[in-house]
């Protein structure tokens, strides 16, 4: 079993930055793949951005694309989240999730993730 565990979220101003950590615990040597999902009130949980652990596939919202970078520190078990040039309809539940099964291209659905952390709270201002 994978345990998640993110940080790093807060309340930033619109054009401000946040960097979100995710780091894993456990059979870590199980998960392939990562993700960070954001759900906002009354909204479907979405992918933001995702990648296998072989940094081989990325893969990233339109909304997000050029703004934010997905990576990873192998050696620390932990992917990070890197948000710059934040809008205010960036706010919501930023969620890391693991998938366990061998993907050649970063799944980008929530459905194909066995584990998720708790989430972090991301609040942009205008």
């Known amino acids: 079993q994978v345990q998640l565990v993110e940080s790093g979220g807060g309340l930033v101003q619109a054009g401000g930055s946040l960097r979100l950590s995710c780091v894993a615990s456990g059979r870590t040597f199980s998960s392939n793949a990562m993700g960070w999902f954001r759900q906002a009130p009354g909204k479907d949980r979405e992918v933001v951005a995702s990648?296998?652990?072989?940094?081989?596939?990325?893969n990233y919202a339109s909304s997000v694309k050029g703004r934010f970078t997905i990576s990873t520190d192998n050696a620390k078990n932990t992917v990070y989240l890197q948000m710059n040039v934040l809008k205010p309809e960036d706010t919501a539940i930023y969620y890391c999730?693991?998938?366990?099964?061998?993907?050649?291209?970063?799944?980008?659905?929530?459905?194909?993730?066995?584990?998720w952390g708790q989430g972090t709270q991301v609040t942009v201002s205008s």
């Open positions: 999730a693991a998938a366990s099964t061998l993907f050649a291209i970063a799944p980008i659905t929530r459905y194909e993730y066995e584990t």
């Open positions: 990648l296998t652990w072989s940094g081989v596939s990325t």
